[in-house]
């Protein structure tokens, strides 16, 4: 049976304009769920692919068996069948190395998942860093190369548009954002299960290709002339699943095998209840507006008329996509204060936003963007600071009280409060440090200095002035004296933290000794 080619091609352009449309959207738990959508779409094409190709080798060998001159032609068939399995196989094998590398699939509400769909670094790391996606890339090239081959010399340049494979190598290079190869513009820093259907439309890539090749070997035995479609899959391809409120939700439905105008097969479509226009590749368009929020379902039709049997079929499926608002959400990574002196990591999410056109300032201090997409906000004052964020048809403000780091605790070796110590530990420490405790940022103050008192009985109190944390000079000939009896005051303990213009007073700490 013959399998036509322009619809199937179109299908695969479409469900690909899907991905990159959901990969310009900040990853929430409904993108990734599109992804799998969009994912499963075209796993259940590859497989009606494989249905209708493997029918179609027995029919151009059968029909060869007309003349001696189609001999030539049907001993390419076993060798096209061959390439596409390995080109299937080899995809297939880096696909199934991620998945398994990253823990496989779990389940979750009865369903099962990526473990670690949103996990970028396996992908990063095979794909780009050890060179598997520009062994792809020269991979999907050999097989196009290898699929025009078998196509007779005269025919191949008119005839190599109609290989799906294509390797857009370029783009990369003019991109704002450098990057390394064709791979690192592909997969780098691409989370898993965004990966998983660029691989399967690779895999479709080719299989949609050995359906081309087979359909000219078909042409050249004369068994395109004598075969019309009796098998049929209505498509419905959307732009987007997950569309905003007062968005436009647009999708191409169409069947997976069609013929366009070169095929006497009528075709009609309707969505809802409403005919649509066919385009001479077979395939129609239907939008509508996205009104209230959740999921919507909707209902296609395709009626084929055979022009041999001169019947007319018909063939419904369901379809649903989900309409959401948009929505942002600004938390502070560690505390809900902003502390003067040191970057206050933020996080924001913006569900149903593409990042480009997520605009975040702040009121009372900066924010700037990190590497791994998050924020850090710094501040020098204490009061109050806003941070906002725009982006179209929201505007978004969210205030955190500014504070100075706290004081930190004045500790003798960095362990000792006051209280009864022992003659030989009280010596054995030699310095007094300031230390934050309980402050979950990276932050260190620094000792200016303090006075150290001896009082000891039936004596005049000794005293000694020290900079700095380390006990030296006179103040560490006074701590030597210790003997028990013995009280030791610090006092005017002073200290500077991130962020301080002045050095702060910490009081004093009393040691009796033992």
């Known amino acids: 049976m013959s399998i036509p080619k322009e619809p199937r091609q179109l299908m695969i352009n479409v469900m690909y304009i899907v991905l990159t449309a959901l990969l310009a959207l900040n990853v929430s738990a409904e993108i990734f769920n599109a992804f799998d959508m969009v994912d499963k779409g075209l796993v259940k094409a590859n497989a009606a692919l494989d249905s209708a190709n493997s029918e179609l080798p027995a029919e151009i060998k059968k029909s060869a068996e007309k003349g001696s001159q189609f001999k030539t032609y049907a001993d390419r068939v076993d060798l096209v069948t061959a390439l596409s399995k390995e080109g299937s196989d080899y995809v297939d094998g880096i696909k199934s190395y991620l998945i398994e590398t990253s823990g496989g699939y779990e389940e979750v509400d009865g369903k099962q998942v990526l473990h670690a769909g949103r996990d970028y670094d396996v992908t990063t790391r095979l794909l780009v860093h050890d060179g598997k996606g520009e062994e792809l890339k020269a991979k999907m090239l050999e097989i196009k190369d290898k699929f025009l081959q078998f196509v007779d010399e005269g025919d191949r340049a008119s005839f190599a548009g109609k290989i799906a494979i294509n390797i857009d190598d370029e783009t990369w290079k003019k991109g704002v954002n450098k990057k390394a190869n064709w791979a690192d513009f592909t997969f780098g820093h691409m989370p898993l ?88 590749d077979g395939s129609a368009k239907w939008s509508t507006i996205a009104g209230e929020i959740g999921v919507r379902k909707y209902t296609a039709v395709a009626e084929v008329y055979n022009p041999v049997t001169k019947e007319t079929k018909s063939y419904k499926s369901e379809f649903e996509y989900e309409v959401g608002e948009r929505s942002v959400t600004v938390s502070a990574a560690k505390m809900n204060v902003l502390y003067i002196g040191v ?25 700037s963007r990190t590497a791994n997409g998050t924020y850090n906000a710094t501040v020098q004052t204490p009061g109050k600071a806003f941070i906002k964020v725009s982006a179209p048809g929201i505007t978004y403000s969210k205030e955190y009280r500014v504070k ?111």
Do not use: W
């Open 193 to 280: 299960a965004a990966c998983m259907p660029i691989f399967s439309k690779f895999t479709n890539d080719i299989k949609s290709s050995e359906a081309a090749v087979l359909n000219y070997l078909a042409g050249k035995v004369g068994l395109t002339e004598e075969v019309v479609l009796d098998q049929f899959r209505v498509v419905s391809s959307p732009v987007k699943s997950y569309v905003i409120k007062g968005e436009k939700f647009e999708t191409d439905v169409f069947l997976s095998a069609s013929a366009g105008t070169s095929s006497n097969t009528g075709i009609k479509i309707s969505v809802n209840g409403a005919n649509l226009p066919v385009g001479t």
């Open 343 to 367: 970057d206050n990591p933020i996080e924001i999410s913006a569900a149903g936003i593409p990042s480009a056109q997520v605009k975040v300032s702040m009121d009372g201090g900066n924010i």
């Open 404 to 514: 100075r780091i706290p004081d930190p605790t004045p500790l003798l070796g960095g362990t000792l409060r006051g209280g009864a110590v022992g003659n030989g530990t009280f010596k054995g420490h030699t310095s007094l440090l300031p230390i934050l405790q309980d402050f979950d940022f990276d932050a260190r103050c620094n000792m200016a200095g303090f006075t150290l008192v001896r009082v000891a009985k039936r004596q005049d109190p000794e005293i000694a002035p020290n900079s700095g944390a380390t006990i030296s000079g006179n103040a560490r000939a006074i701590q030597n004296k210790a003997v028990p009896g013995d009280k030791f005051v610090f006092q005017d303990i002073k200290c500077k933290c991130p962020g301080d213009v002045a050095a702060r007073n910490l009081g004093q700490l009393v040691f009796d000794i033992q």
